[in-house]
């Protein structure tokens, strides 16, 4: 079992933890083991071989014993007890804006929710404001997700269901008479959360066959027929998936079952324009079927720009794209370094050297080692000591590099009165500032957004970090005005980061495309804690060509001269 899968399996415990109203100790126990276990450069399964979970932060003898159940045995007799518990669908509730464990738990018990079907009737009834501190508000996003996303039970971050659908992929395109495969839905598009997976296959296999190739994957639980030819997957972390071997063209059931369905019938009504019916499968001209080689010619035909599939979202993009004007978004290959990047000398767990190698491994021209500030203590914040001495070992260490850039930096903490963890004269000697909240998220709005805006206009500031301190599923943003701290972020000239962890991706596309409407630059910082985090930088790149991004919006697509000249770093 690999390292993602156990995380998942956390994950989703400390979910129905919550839902059954547990303490908020236990919960929060699962969570981290859930960070710390996806955070790891070494194998879990090593671990548990070795005996040596325990040295891990957070993971006492009893989450030990949980996680060497699940490694050793793929399973989760507690995982399999809570799914007898608590109600499946009821894990829709993380999906809702501003609904993390705590809220979702009082939702839950305070109400004796059952379902979904009690949930929407309570907030139609007004019966959510009566919890003290609830409101009308919360009782709109859960009629609003409920109408949009409909009652499809667990959603997943793209950190579990990228890798599920990855494995699934390897294994039907390899196969000889698999012509064609593609990872479609909403995943395809780059959706945070994501509550089913799609594949679509070019392929001469009848379902049998490809049931039997998906069976011999440990992902997989048990395989069923179902709408002709399309296959429904259960796999083993609850995750359901659909398989749909294309039976009339290709290239139009990839459009199809990719979405968005507004994105879908804005290209239909161009269609009829233009006297071409377009569907499922395929585009007609009369009664001649046009003929398509891939998805770039549906788009020809309809004479517009290919859009990419991350702004499928009837956003504007086909207005855009009729005119020739979609912008060239912002690729993974153009990303010259990693600018949030966090050590073993606070809480990372890969010393400089190793991220400086991953980091070189990867084609990257620097790298910036930005640990945590001394106020955080549960992360073993840098006293001003500590940092100085940082300070100078990374330059020694940047002297024995002559094709790669090591930048000094810090992730400081914007404390509770809005001042900054350290004094101006610490944070002059650093090439990079990022300055980020992770403390008083109970704080009225005003305050919290207060804080935001004085980092912002800080002169040694050089980004915010993860602007709003989500978690996807797991946090709700803390309550900020984020249109005022973008309008603060454009006129000082300050970064606003798009956070690659899959369980941050913060900024979110949306709010991507408000702050550049109002000339925000921005970076994409993986905020890896060890050499495995640097990979999520295609998490990042989805997120920020979500938001329309070209690569000259984005801080760390610039070359080592050109960073260099913008932070002004002189050596």
Not at 258 to 277: D, F, M, N, P, V
Not at 319 to 343: F, M, T
Not at 518 to 544: E, P
Request: glycine residues 8%.
């Amino acid at each position: 079992m690999e390292n993602w899968e156990v995380s998942a399996y956390l994950q989703k415990i400390a979910e129905m933890l919550a839902l059954k109203g547990e303490n908020e100790y236990r919960v929060r126990s699962y969570t981290n083991a859930s960070r710390v276990i996806s955070r790891l450069d070494a194998d879990v399964e090593e671990l548990v071989k070795e005996k040596n979970l325990d040295r891990l932060d957070g993971i006492g003898q009893a989450l030990s014993s949980k996680i060497e159940e699940m490694v050793l045995t793929g399973r989760s007799t507690l995982l399999e007890q809570l799914q007898e518990e608590v109600p499946a669908d009821l894990l829709f509730i993380f999906q809702i804006e501003g609904v993390g464990f705590k809220t979702a738990s009082r939702l839950v018990n305070h109400l004796e929710i059952k379902n979904l079907g009690d949930l929407k009737n309570a907030a139609r009834e007004g019966q959510i404001r009566k919890i003290p501190g609830l409101g009308p508000s919360l009782e709109k996003s859960i009629l609003n997700c409920l109408h949009e996303k409909g009652s499809s039970g667990s959603f997943y971050h793209q950190g579990i269901s990228l890798p599920l659908a990855e494995v699934l992929y390897k294994l039907l395109q390899q196969h000889e008479r698999v012509e064609k495969c593609a990872i479609a839905g909403d995943l395809r598009r780059g959706v945070e959360a994501v509550s089913e997976l799609v594949l679509v296959l070019k392929t001469g296999l009848g379902v049998e066959s490809i049931s039997s190739i998906l069976m011999h994957t440990g992902e997989v639980a048990r395989v069923e027929q179902c709408c002709g030819e399309i296959l429904r997957l259960d796999t083993v972390l609850g995750v359901p998936v659909k398989i749909v071997p294309a039976q009339n063209e290709y290239a139009s059931e990839l459009l199809y079952y990719t979405g968005s369905k507004e994105h879908l019938r804005r290209l239909e009504t161009r269609a009829a324009q233009l006297g071409i019916l377009m569907d499922l499968h395929g585009l007609y001209k009369g009664k001649e079927k046009i003929e398509l080689a891939g998805e770039q010619d549906i788009y020809e035909n309809l004479e517009m720009e290919y859009v990419p599939p991350e702004i499928r979202e009837d956003r504007g993009e086909v207005e855009a794209a009729l005119k020739g004007k979609l912008p060239q978004l912002v690729k993974e290959e153009d990303i010259k370094g990693d600018l949030h990047v966090h050590s073993s000398w606070s809480d990372g767990n890969s010393s400089v050297e190793k991220l400086v190698e991953s980091a070189r491994a990867r084609g990257y021209e620097y790298l910036a080692v930005t640990d945590h500030s001394i106020s955080l203590k549960i992360a073993n914040g840098l006293s001003e000591k500590e940092l100085l001495n940082q300070v100078e070992y990374i330059k020694n260490l940047h002297g024995e590099y002559n094709d790669f850039c090591i930048l000094t930096g810090i992730e400081v903490d914007i404390l509770s009165d809005g001042e900054l963890d350290y004094p101006d004269e610490i944070l002059s000697e650093l090439d990079i500032v990022i300055a980020s909240i992770h403390s008083g998220f109970k704080q009225p709005r005003e305050q919290i957004t207060s804080r935001l805006i004085s980092a912002a206009k800080h002169h040694l500031v050089d980004v915010i970090g993860h602007p709003t301190g989500r978690l996807i599923g797991r946090r709700e943003p803390y309550p900020v005005d984020l249109e005022a701290v973008m309008e603060a972020a454009a006129a000082c000239g300050t970064v606003m980061e798009i956070n690659a962890s899959p369980d941050r991706l913060d900024l979110s596309g949306e709010n991507i495309v408000n702050a550049a409407r109002k000339g925000v630059s921005f970076m994409i910082g993986t905020d890896a804690h060890g050499t495995r985090g640097l990979g999520d930088m295609n998490y990042g790149v989805k997120t920020a060509r979500r938001g329309w991004l070209s690569k000259e919006q984005v801080l760390n697509t610039f070359s080592l001269p050109e960073l260099k000249k913008y932070l002004d770093v002189s050596y």
